[in-house]
């Protein structure tokens, strides 16, 4: 068997979506927008949306990205969400994320806490919520390629977790958001 065989294939050409991003200063003040692979290229501080979903029994859904997404490709996300649109509303984008990417829809968001996180050639300004399901989810093809339910020692345990969604989940841990169930 040859060294090609034994390759792995490459990874798809990741989908950089069409869009115009809020970009802020490094103090969380909106200063202007760019689209989403300006933002990317010249790593621009934005803002972003984290939504911890957890079901009754306190699990917490796990996504698996798909391979083209821009930024950690075919990693598990501990949180839905994604990047605020210019002159968009934190909390309106984490309802957009939520139902984009999982179709939940009409339950309460609760707003647990703000990070910055910064790697990977990443500025962001986060913004975490937390949000009790249990109901049917609906997958956005595009953005995730799978979901499952664990708990939240489970979830930060597991190896391909992005770093920006173990760290939301980090963080409500220790402010006592994620203790026992709903």
């Not at 010249?42 to 930024?71: D, M, S």
């Not at 990070?115 to 919520?129: D, L, P, R």
Request: hydrophobic share 45%.
């Amino acid at each position: 068997m040859t060294d090609d065989a034994l390759a792995s294939p490459p990874l798809p050409a990741p989908q950089i979506a069409d869009e115009t991003i809020q970009l802020v200063d490094a103090r969380n003040r909106p200063c202007g927008s760019a689209s989403r692979a300006s933002m990317r290229r010249f790593r621009y501080w934005h803002r972003a949306t984290y939504i911890v979903v957890r079901n009754p029994r306190g699990e917490l859904c796990v996504q698996r990205r798909t391979l083209t997404k821009e930024v950690f490709p075919g990693g598990l996300d501990l949180a839905a969400g994604g990047v605020v649109g210019a002159g968009e509303a934190v909390h309106l984008a984490a309802r957009r994320e939520l139902a984009e990417e999982l179709g939940i829809e009409g339950v309460p968001l609760r707003h647990v806490l703000d990070f910055t996180y910064v790697g990977e050639g990443n500025h962001i300004f986060g913004s975490a919520y937390l949000v009790d399901y249990d109901g049917p989810l609906r997958l956005q093809a595009e953005e995730v390629a799978a979901a499952f339910w664990l708990p939240p020692a489970e979830a930060l345990a597991l190896e391909g977790a992005t770093p920006d969604t173990r760290q939301a989940v980090e963080a409500m841990v220790a402010a006592g958001w994620l203790e026992g169930s709903a």
